[in-house]
């Protein structure tokens, strides 16, 4: 498999992960010390497992979420890489009768490891956001 396949594996059961809530499965995208920012969104930011805490807390109250991720570019420069990849949220958010939806960019610093690619920095970058409550 090449570098870029191996990345888009990544990006996509990151995509997984959150959709279906499997934050174990969430966890396996990451290092142990991985930093991930989620604050562009109003979220969380923090370690992984900081992070996984947060979601059990907070992302059931969300019914439904389809992450799109496209447009993946990778700097590959041996065992590490810095990818860019855009991403497109439709959901439900609860309290909201209409489709919510939110887009942008998610940067990452990647490392290779025994067991693949995996992220060590996540920064989200929330351009967009339609649907909000009380909008």
Not at 27 to 37: G, K, L, P
Not at 47 to 70: K, L, Q
Request: proline content about 3%; hydrophobic content about 40%.
């Amino acid at each position: 498999m090449t570098d870029e396949a191996g990345i888009a594996r990544l990006l996509y059961r990151y995509a997984r992960a959150v959709d279906t809530k499997d934050w174990e499965l969430y966890r396996s995208v990451f290092t142990d010390d991985a930093h991930i920012d989620y604050s562009s969104a109003g979220a969380v930011v923090g370690s992984r497992d900081e992070v996984v805490d947060w979601f059990v807390a907070n992302f059931g109250v969300i019914p439904w979420s389809m992450h799109y991720i496209t447009n993946i570019e990778a700097e590959i420069d041996g065992d590490t890489a810095q990818v860019r990849a855009m991403f497109y949220n439709p959901m439900q958010l609860p309290g909201v009768a209409k489709m919510s939806s939110c887009g942008g960019y998610y940067h990452h610093e990647m490392v290779r490891t025994a067991d693949g690619w995996r992220s060590r920095r996540l920064r989200e970058e929330n351009v967009w956001f339609e649907g909000a409550p009380g909008d």
